[in-house]
């Protein structure tokens, strides 16, 4: 059984970067592809980026293209968001999970813990 575990977030003032990372145990971790997702409070869960297995292709929210970028290391059965330019309403817990075709839809039904990351003024 897949087992997704994320990290990294925390408290930061607007403008400044975070990187999150997601560890994924069980299954194949090469053959996924992987998404973050967010969410805020009182807000729905939201697509934020997916990455690719087989050729490394990236989408983005168009709330944070520019701002964010996915990457994974097969090596490491790990993948990360690079968070820059962080503003008030990047604030939610953050969550990975597999994604399936589009590659902005979560695949497993079972979520992680999540990071939570706070952005102040």
């Known amino acids: 059984q897949v087992q997704l575990v994320e990290s990294g977030g925390g408290l930061v003032q607007a403008g400044r970067s975070l990187r999150l990372s997601c560890a994924v145990s069980g299954g194949t971790f090469s053959v996924y592809s992987m998404g973050w997702f967010r969410q805020a409070p009182g807000k729905e869960r939201e697509f934020v980026a997916g990455i690719s297995w087989s050729d490394g292709s990236r989408k983005y929210a168009d709330s944070v293209k520019g701002r964010f970028t996915i990457s994974r290391d097969n090596a490491k059965n790990s993948v990360y968001l690079q968070m820059n330019s962080l503003k008030l309403e990047d604030t939610a817990v953050y969550y990975c999970?597999?994604?399936?075709?589009?590659?902005?839809?979560?695949?497993?039904?079972?979520w992680g813990q999540g990071t939570q990351v706070t952005v102040s003024s």
């Open positions: 999970n597999l994604v399936k075709p589009p590659g902005t839809v979560p695949s497993l039904a079972n």
